[in-house]
Each structure stands twice: as C-alpha cells, then as structure tokens.
C-alpha cells in the first residue's frame, strides 16, 4: 500500500515534556505519511501543542488559532484541505469550549491521548466532523508509543526521555494535576530500552523527564520495588551513556537512593532543579508545598555532601496570594543561604479552577513587579558569580555541534551553561576537558582545544 506524501508542521509551547509530546505526536503521525513542514502554509496538518502554565494561556492560544484560521482559508481557497489539532494543557483544560470558539479547529487532545491521534487524524479527515478527547484513559499512553520512536526522536546526541507524568501533589497555584492527571510512571523495562534505542541513535546525554520526576517508581530487573535512585544506577550501565539529567523534582521526594545516586554515579550530572518556590514557611503552607525552608536547606546540604561540586536551579514565585514583606524577605534570605547557578522566578498570577485562584490577599501588581525585580537582581548576581567561579577550572564539556562562528565547536558543561571553543568537528560527540578562559552572561568561553587524536 503506498501512503501519499502529506506535511505535519507543529508549533510547541512551553516545557522540555511538551518538546517531548510534539516529537511523540510527529512519530505517531509519521506512519501516516506526515513529514514536517516549516510553516503552517505549507502543512496538511498543524498541532498547536499548549502550555497553560504562562500567564494567559488561553488567550494566546485564541488568537494563535485565529492566525491558523487565516492560513486554513487561504489554503482552502487553492483547494488544499488543512487539518487543526489543539494539544497539551490547554486543550485538556478547555476541551468543548475550543471547538465553540474556534469552530474550524478539528482535533482537540489532551496529554494522555496522544497515541490515538492516528484514529482522530482519519476521523476528521473522513469530514466526519471534529472530533475531541480529553479523556483520562485507565491504560497509560506509555503503553502505545511506537516502538522505534525513539530512533525517531532522539536525533542528537542529547536526548528527553519521559519517564512519569501528572502530579498528585496540588500546590495551590499550578494546573498541572488538572491537565496532566495523577501521578503515573512509565515501567522501568520501557524506560530502559527506549534508553538503549537513544543511545544506538547516538545520544550521548539523556535527561528524564516527568512534571514530578522523583516521584517516579516501578520495579527493577529483579522484581524489587524501584525508585528514581534505581532506574539512574540501571540507566548508567548502558555502556555508551555519558551523562544523565532528570527534571522537575519536588523537594518532597529527594530520597535517600536519590541522594546517593548522585554521590556514586558520576554518570548522573552535579546539576540540579529543584523548585522551591519561597523562602517562607507561611507561603509554602499557603503554596500547599509540602515541605518547610528548613526542609529544602537540608536537602541542599545533603545534595552537597553528596556531591560537592553540585549546583542549584530553582523555581521562584513572588506575589502569591497573602505573601507580605516578611515573607518575600524569607525568600531573599533562602536564596543567599543556598547561592543558585540558574533560577527561574514568575509573578504569581491566577490559573483558573486552581485553589490560589480565587483567594483572598492577593498582592497588588505594583508590588510584585518591584518584588520580581529584587529577586531576579539577587539570582542575576548570583548566576554571574557561578559562571565567573567557573573560569580557570578545566570542565568536562560534551560537543554537540558546530559553533556560531567558522573552526568553533559547542557544547554544554556539566552544569547545562553552553561553552563555545575552537576546535575540530571531529570532537563532536565526545566529552573533553575544556578551560575556561571567560564567562557571559549565559554561556562559557573555553581555551582552543588541540586535538591531536580525534580521527
Ligand atoms: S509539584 Fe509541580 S507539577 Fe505538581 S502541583 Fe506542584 S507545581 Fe504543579
């Protein structure tokens, strides 16, 4: 049977797990024909895969679809048929209201049903109307990913691997126990071959991903209860494997297995993100957290003693409902007492149908735009110290590619900052000890690498 040529072209918003789902998507599409397109003129079908985690989310994706409408019209009247999928948050959190909205769209899917979109595709191209599914199904979509997606998806030599999804801890602010559903991990067998399968595609650097990572468990090779400690011991044994990430972690879930994972398996990178949110007590009971300031330092110092040359990133929140002063300067204080290599910080604003949403104190805009810049200072300093730490140090630096410029290569330290260098392209997929001859704002510079082996 000959599959006729078609073009997929999607448009990804938001996180590393919603990198992942488009990559997904487009692997599942591919048995039907679909190839990616640069632009959405030039698509039979555009995924518009959503975030809600941004401020007004539905909005952006409102007037996104009205751009699409455009293109659709315009490719309708040359007699070209345009399918319009809406995915990811969003969609799962909007569903019908979508399609009445916006009546040309075909397709809306939530997270959990990605690997039915080949179904939905036929539907909405039979005319049979749209078609919607935000549902939670019982079985996991883990379970119907194609086999070789991975050869699919990897193409690099850094690579995402999703490991878990939802969350079932409902922090007062966030949608994602909404969107994404309870907590679910993918079985360790699985994660390990598509692991094998990225490695055989050349990946050389893999990070796992989940919306609550470390809650991630299973069972071993052995049959023995598993956690995220376990799964890095297996994943580093796949010989090929240089470096393994995992991200987002809730503090709640730092183990002891975890914790001495990263003391004794140098596979598993000195680099952590691990949100905290605020530095005060109140607001993290407020924030429905889990956990104290108190808590989180000694996590931090345990992750230190573990590996003493870790660094930090976090998650910061300023102008949560009832957050005063007092509370704001708890959180100056937690992040002077911890020093970030990276941070990222957000005005809090409401998220729809979330507990904060409609609560009482909220903080005026005023103050939390004057609180934001305090902080950003402060982690902007900080990030400038750590960086500028780093020159004079010879790091491990994995080359992933070409540099901007003609006889520069890059690549990414330990710690994620991206090092440029001159150097041959044949050091491409190797990890090298660089010199760090200066420091920007966001990236190394390292001293010209002689390379007098490479092939
Ligand atoms: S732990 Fe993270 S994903 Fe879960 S509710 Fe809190 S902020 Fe959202």
Request: charged residues 20%; neutral net charge.
């Amino acid at each position: 049977m000959s599959i006729s040529k078609k073009r997929l072209h999607v448009i990804t918003w938001g996180c590393q797990m919603n990198v992942y789902d488009s990559a997904r998507m487009a692997d599942v599409l591919a048995p039907l024909g679909y190839a990616p397109a640069d632009a959405p003129a030039d698509a039979d079908m555009v995924i518009l895969n959503t975030c809600h985690i941004r401020d007004r989310a539905t909005e952006k994706v409102f007037s996104e679809l009205g751009r699409l409408r455009v293109v659709k019209a315009e490719r309708a009247a040359i007699g070209q048929n345009t399918i319009l999928a809406v995915a990811g948050c969003v969609a799962q959190a909007e569903g019908a209201e979508i399609l009445a909205r916006a009546p040309y769209v075909d397709i809306v899917l939530g997270p959990q049903t990605y690997h039915r979109l080949p179904e939905m595709v036929a539907q909405a191209s039979r005319a049979a109307g749209a078609v919607i599914d935000t549902d939670f199904p019982v079985e996991s979509k883990f379970d119907f990913l194609p086999d070789d997606a991975a050869a699919q998806t990897a193409g690099g030599l850094t690579a995402f691997l999703t490991i878990q999804e939802g969350c079932d801890k409902f922090c007062s602010f966030c949608v994602v126990p909404y969107t994404r559903g309870a907590e679910a991990s993918r079985p360790a067998a699985a994660v390990i071959a598509e692991a094998r399968r990225m490695v055989a595609g050349g990946a050389r650097e893999i990070t796992l991903l989940g919306q609550n990572v470390n809650a991630w468990h299973g069972v071993d090779a052995q049959g023995a209860p598993s956690t995220l400690g376990r799964l890095l011991r297996e994943l580093a044994a796949i010989p090929g494997l240089a470096r393994l990430r995992y991200t987002t972690s809730h503090p709640r879930d730092m183990d002891d297995d975890l914790l001495a994972a990263h003391a004794d398996v140098p596979a598993v990178m000195p680099f952590l993100h691990l949100p905290v949110q605020s530095g005060s007590d109140r607001m993290l009971a407020s924030m429905n957290r889990k956990h104290t300031a108190a808590d989180y330092l000694d996590i931090v110092a345990r992750l230190r003693k573990a590996r003493p040359d870790i660094a930090l990133s976090s998650d910061f929140i300023v102008g949560h409902p009832g957050e005063t002063e007092a509370d704001f300067e708890a959180t100056l204080v937690l992040i002077r007492a911890v020093g970030f290599a990276q941070a990222f910080s957000f005005k809090y604003s409401p998220r729809p149908g979330t507990p904060a949403a409609g609560a009482p104190m909220q903080v005026p805009e005023a103050e939390k735009d004057r609180r934001l810049q305090a902080l950003q200072a402060l982690l902007r300093d900080q990030q400038a110290a750590f960086n500028a730490a780093c020159v004079g140090r010879t790091l491990p630096v994995l080359i992933t590619g070409p540099g901007r410029y003609p006889g520069q290569i890059a690549g990414r330290s330990p710690y994620l900052q991206p090092v440029h260098l001159d150097g041959p392209l044949s050091l491409v997929g190797r990890e090298i000890p660089v010199r760090i001859a200066a420091a920007h704002t966001n990236s190394l510079a390292g001293e010209p690498f002689m390379d007098r082996v490479a092939a």
